[in-house]
């Protein structure tokens, strides 16, 4: 496949029209709605060098329970989590429903072998993990070496199994919009169930115009086959506000095909808690201090 | 205890209604004629009704300036010219520019309402397009003032005496401020007709201009029809006229002038090309499409009414386009989410759906929206004409209205061609993400204003104005400054 061939982005054009997308004004039920729906969508994350069991279970209790002094919250979509603690989720989650998602493929730089990257991502599938967020090798990308990103793509895919797979772009390296396409376009045909902005370890994470060109890349490939890709912006996304704007965008972008956890979904870890404070003034009228909302 | 990971809650989400208030607003039951510095009963005895275009109901009454009316208006300009303005140290003329232009800003919130209101135009636009450009403008303008022996160079420009100036309906208040604040800043007076259908904006200017203690008599506002336009134009006492609205008016405006020395400018009509290569950015180039067509109902005289698609990537843009045009909110123009308001007038809404008649008469395939419009009020679907070709009536024509005419082209040479093979000439967009190709066609296309990947950009630098039916003489820039003075 020739991925020099993606379509060309304007950015100033992407620009203008992000600018549109926080015009809308999103006001009463509509945004009670979205707030939850926003809240649903969380990928509640943890990815740090000095996780441990015992903190990856309060996430876990955190993520079916955001809030249970509200009435009518949905649990968030799923955790995700380094590989070595995708069994503690696993049973701490138990039928909630709430997925275990697993970064692998050496995350979060990607720097190592194909046989290091296979095994990463076995050994989350074999423990249960319902998705794994590989992340690309950007310095092939940016060499123009396409198909080794492609295959490495195709051949992780095929470990996952049954597993849905996220194809993180970390599009802070990719430097500019028309890279994004084409990581994008790249990553859609090698088979990503979902794509994925960043790794939240680089600056910047997801922006709006970036997430807008992965999303028009989603709905050429779903204009042209019908099949339907999932997104993720992950890392920068803390407000409700701000993900409100998001849902904005996935509404006039792809559809409200697209507004569910089954293909939209956030990687954040103190969005949660904003939006519940804003649900929280829906129901009790005021707003109240972010000390009654557990930090878990 | 767990809870269900339930995502069926969400199946539909649609914006709820979000209008901007209305309760800041006031408007007099009545309005006069602004002459002289002060509002005065027309010698008429008549007021026509304004109403609001979205709901059908009346907002004001407004008065009917008859030719003594306007003789009253010319004569207070000339006045106010011979003893006041021409005099006035130019850097002196400039500060109550720069006043008004700051009062703009103070009250934009105001103007803005009072825009949609009258013409029907999103409020999204009168807010965030109309006031803060009209503002702008005056911003600029006032800015020359005091540097014309700069602008031009030994020439020593002088100013002429009153304009006379009518506006048309599409940007009321930004019309007028495109007008006045060029002649003020080159020492002339003025005497503005607004648009009948919409009139509530200039009045409220005239209000802030009273309100700005800009001396009595340089600033004239006289509302009525096309017979209080012919007076201002016929007056022996007007040294230049500016017009923008229809080459049809415009032809019968230069015919009334000739063989008199009252300078003219006219800013008339378009059925501006949109030319999309294969190359260019898809998506970003749809949204400048439909920018094009559909921003200010389309009633705008710049449109990209005309659209040249190359044909190997026809039938992604127009699939992009259809499914582009579902999320486009028509309805309420006051809704803050609303992105196509209501036509201008009842008449306008009528030549609108004659032309969509004649399109699909015509044979062309018609596609619109599957949008519900309001039962009440004047309101057109987004409307994209397929298969059309340059013999089309909908593509000859000016529709002035929500309705994208869609060609194919398949080399540059065709394009350019079929761009220029049109009486008007005042702007084209083409979208490409080739350099040397915007540059070819830039020098190419016979229109005043190129843009390229992007589309209806307007700053008060940037000089605008057309090519043959399309008008002549330039708004904006330094270039505006030349139509108002002698060198």
């Known amino acids: 496949m020739d991925f020099n061939n993606s379509p060309k982005i304007d950015q100033v054009g992407i620009e203008e029209r992000v600018a549109r997308f926080n015009t809308r004004s999103i006001k009463k039920q509509s945004k009670v709605q979205a707030l939850k729906l926003a809240l649903n969508m969380i990928d509640l994350t943890t990815l740090e060098g000095k996780d441990t069991e015992g903190k990856v279970i309060q996430m876990c209790y955190k993520a079916m329970h955001p809030a249970d002094d509200l009435k009518d919250l949905p649990t ?4 995700c989590v380094y590989p070595n603690f995708v069994k503690t989720a696993k049973k701490a989650l138990g039928n909630s429903g709430v997925k275990v998602a697993s970064v692998a493929t050496a995350f979060p730089s990607g720097n190592s072998t194909l046989d290091i990257k296979l095994s990463d991502t076995k ?17 092939e990308f940016l060499k123009g070496n396409y198909n080794f990103v492609y295959d490495e793509i195709a051949a992780i895919k095929n470990a996952c199994g049954k597993a849905r797979l996220k194809v993180i772009l970390e599009t802070g390296e990719l430097s500019t919009l028309d890279n994004v396409r084409k990581a994008s376009d790249i990553a859609i045909a090698a088979g990503a169930d979902f794509i994925k902005t960043s790794t939240g370890k680089i600056q910047p994470a997801a922006t709006m115009p970036v997430t807008l060109v992965m999303l028009q890349a989603i709905n050429d490939h779903y204009l042209k086959t019908g099949q339907m890709i999932g997104m993720k912006p992950a890392g920068g996304i803390s407000t409700a506000k701000v993900a409100l704007q998001y849902l904005v965008m996935v509404h006039e972008t792809l559809g409200n095909k697209w507004l569910n956890n ?25 707003y109240y201090s972010k000390d009654y909302i557990s930090n878990d | 205890m767990t809870k269900e990971n339930k995502t069926e809650f969400f199946t539909d ?3 709820a209604p979000s209008p901007e208030s209305t309760d800041h607003i006031k408007l007099n039951k009545q309005y006069d004629l602004f002459i002289n510095g002060k509002f005065v009963k ?9 109403i609001n275009p979205a709901t059908e109901e009346k907002l004001a009454e407004v008065a009917l300036a008859d030719e003594k009316d306007v003789d009253a208006a010319v004569n207070a300009a000339k006045n106010a010219y011979d003893k006041v303005w021409k005099k006035m140290p130019a850097a002196e003329r400039g500060k109550y520019i720069f006043r008004i232009a700051r009062l703009l800003q103070e009250r934009a919130r105001e103007f803005a309402v009072i825009e949609s209101l009258n013409g029907g135009k999103p409020i999204r636009e009168s807010r965030d397009v109309d006031v803060p450009l009209a503002a702008n403008h ?5 800015g020359w003032a005091d540097k014309l022996e700069y602008a031009f160079p030994n020439k020593k420009p002088q100013s002429l005496g009153v304009a006379g100036q009518i506006i048309p309906w599409n940007f009321p208040l930004l019309m007028a401020a495109w007008k006045i604040a060029p002649a003020l800043a080159t020492g002339n007076t003025v005497v503005l007709k607004p648009a009948e259908t919409t009139p509530l904006t200039a009045l409220k200017l005239a209000e802030l201009i009273r309100d700005s203690g800009l001396p009595d008599g340089v600033v004239n506002i006289v509302t009525g029809f096309g017979n209080t336009g012919a007076a201002i134009v016929n007056h ?20 009334s002038i000739a063989g008199t020395n009252k300078k003219v400018t006219l800013e008339l009509g378009g059925k501006a090309a949109n030319i999309i290569f294969d190359d260019a950015p898809i998506d970003q180039a749809v949204e400048g499409i439909i920018n094009g067509i559909f921003f200010n109902q389309g009633h705008v005289c710049c449109a990209g009414s005309r659209l040249f698609v190359q044909e190997n990537v026809a039938d992604v843009v127009i699939a992009k386009l259809k499914q582009r045009l579902e999320t486009l909110i028509v309805g309420n123009p006051l809704d803050k989410n609303t992105d196509i308001g209501a036509i201008n007038s009842r008449e306008q809404l009528q030549k609108i759906n004659d032309y969509i008649k004649i399109g699909i008469d015509e044979g062309a395939e018609m596609y619109q929206s599957s949008c519900n419009i309001p039962a009440k009020g004047f309101f057109c679907k987004p409307t994209l004409f397929l298969h059309t070709s340059q013999s089309h009536r909908i593509v000859q024509e000016e529709i002035f209205g929500p309705v994208l005419a869609i060609q194919t082209f398949r080399t540059i040479e065709e394009v350019i061609e079929k761009a220029n093979n049109i009486p008007y000439g005042l702007s084209a967009g083409v979208w490409t993400d080739k350099g040397s190709k915007i540059f070819n066609l830039t020098t190419k296309l016979r229109a005043g204003v190129v843009w390229a990947n992007t589309y209806n950009k307007f700053d008060p630098a940037s000089p605008f104005g057309g090519y043959k039916e399309s008008g002549f003489g330039r708004e904006g820039g330094l270039h505006g400054l030349m139509p108002y003075l002698q060198f």
Not at chain 1, 266 to 277: C, H, T
Not at chain 2, 236 to 241: G, H
């Open chain 1, 76 to 79: 968030v979509a799923a955790v």
């Open chain 1, 123 to 139: 050994l989350a599938v074999d423990d249960g993990a319902d998705e794994v967020d590989m992340v690309i090798s950007r310095g």
């Open chain 1, 262 to 286: 089954e293909w939209f979904r956030f990687g954040a870890s103190s969005l949660a808690n904003d939006i519940i404070l804003q649900l929280g003034k829906e129901q009790k009228g005021v």
């Open chain 2, 13 to 15: 989400w649609t914006y």
């Open chain 2, 42 to 50: 027309p010698n008429s005895k008549k007021y026509f009704s304004t």
């Open chain 2, 138 to 142: 005056f911003f600029y303008y006032a």
């Open chain 2, 236 to 255: 022996p006492k007007v040294n230049k006229i500016a017009f923008t609205g229809s080459t049809d008016v415009g032809k019968i405006i230069q015919k």
